[in-house]
């Protein structure tokens, strides 16, 4: 029996009318007494309406409307080349790719380290109180020092990115996956031992197939924070192309638009990365099912 579409659709419209709404109010309230010290006291008397609209069509407004911030998302994209540093797209394939490859990087080192954990005992009492411990530290403290110390060591480029995502990545993934390798009961366990099974053969035969229910969800928090971490890595090295890069030149200019429009396409690209995770947890867990 499948489900209306309308039951799905409409939570979401109802949330983004609501959020909308509420932004437009906020950039009239904000807006205000900038539009009209610069805009209609020049002119003399004004009305609610011209009020209105000055606040919602400001050149640098404390906060945009949403309609400024969708114009300049279109006319970044429409306007300029898609190998344009001006043309949102292309900052968008920069940090896409750090953000994937630390994902990768994050995600095999999670893996590897919950292996470890459920396997040793002494791992599990060493490690994982330091890996809890490592996500204490703030990644804007971080970001810088792994940075200088890479660039030292002649990394630039991606890695250095894809470093700071990747530590921001790996602890979900360690977390959820020490979970699921612990997930087999104990006649499940038994009957593997009963079967003569080793350990490598109760990983890739139990374990992991009993992981991947925790592994996926953890997977689609781990891409939207690794997404973060390269972003917030590409604020202290000055880069010149990348959505956190594009934030820092609009700050420096003043150009809250521009901000708004970086944070508006990041979102889309968090959206967009965390609903292909979603996608091959579908085709996995369905390929499982039928197998």
């Known amino acids: 029996m499948t489900s209306d579409p309308r039951q799905r659709v409409m939570p979401v419209a109802t949330v983004l009318a609501v ?13 205000s007494a900038g539009a009209i010290e610069r805009v209609l006291a020049p002119k003399g008397p004004y009305s609610t309406a011209e009020l209105i609209a000055a606040t919602l069509n400001m050149q640098r407004p404390v906060l945009p409307s949403p309609h400024q911030v969708l114009i300049d998302l279109w006319r970044s994209v429409a ?4 190998d344009s540093p001006r043309n949102l ?13 630390g994902f990768v990087l994050g995600t095999l080192l999670g893996v590897a380290l919950a292996a470890a954990i ?11 109180p330091w890996i809890v411990a490592s996500q204490t530290v703030p990644v804007l403290a971080i970001a810088p020092i792994v940075l200088v110390i890479l660039g030292s060591l002649g990394f630039s480029g991606v890695a250095p990115k894809a470093t700071i995502a990747m530590y921001l990545c790996f602890f979900p993934v360690t977390v959820a996956m020490v979970q699921g390798l612990r997930a087999p009961q104990r006649i499940e366990t038994e009957l593997m031992h009963t079967y003569a099974a080793s350990r490598n053969q109760a990983f890739w035969l139990l374990r992991l197939p009993s992981a991947l229910p925790f592994l996926f969800p953890s997977l689609r928090v781990a891409i939207a924070a690794g997404l973060v971490g390269a972003m917030v890595a590409e604020l202290p090295t000055g880069a010149q192309a990348g959505l956190g ?17 970086a944070l508006v ?6 959206l967009g990365l965390t609903m292909a995770v979603a996608g091959i947890e579908r085709l996995v867990l369905r390929s499982r099912r039928l197998a």
């Open 89 to 101: 797209l292309y900052h968008v394939a920069v940090t896409a790719q750090s953000t994937l490859v």
């Open 245 to 261: 890069a594009r934030l820092l030149t609009g700050s420096y200019y003043g150009n809250t638009v521009g901000i708004w429009s």
């Open 265 to 270: 396409m990041s979102a889309l690209l968090g």
């Open 118 to 128: 459920v396997h040793s005992r002494t791992l599990d009492r060493a490690l994982l």
């Open 19 to 31: 959020v909308l709404l509420l932004w437009y109010v906020g950039a009239v309230g904000l807006n």
């Open 79 to 82: 306007d300029w080349p898609l």
